[in-house]
């Protein structure tokens, strides 16, 4: 399973207690390496279930929308 989105995690707090709900449902946070957003950016994330997520990266070449898109 795989859910990605808009979780307006504008603060770390926020991100940990969005993270903490999924993860009574088995989802887990996919950090993303190297994320060239701003801190104030980051509403975007990923989490998954039973995946092996080997990649993950933000594409800033998209500049169509208020979020990049995440790969």
């Not at 979780?7 to 088995?26: H, K, Q």
């Not at 994320?35 to 990649?55: K, Y």
Request: glycine share 4%; aromatic share 8%; charged share 20%.
């Amino acid at each position: 399973m795989l859910l990605a989105g808009d979780f307006n995690t504008f603060t770390p707090r926020y991100l940990a207690a969005i993270s903490r709900v999924l993860g009574r449902v088995g989802l887990e946070y996919v950090p993303i390496p190297n994320d060239p957003r701003a801190r104030t950016q980051c509403l975007d994330q990923v989490f998954c279930r039973d995946l092996n997520v080997i990649s993950v990266e933000i594409d800033t070449t998209i500049r169509n929308s208020d979020h990049f898109p995440i790969l």
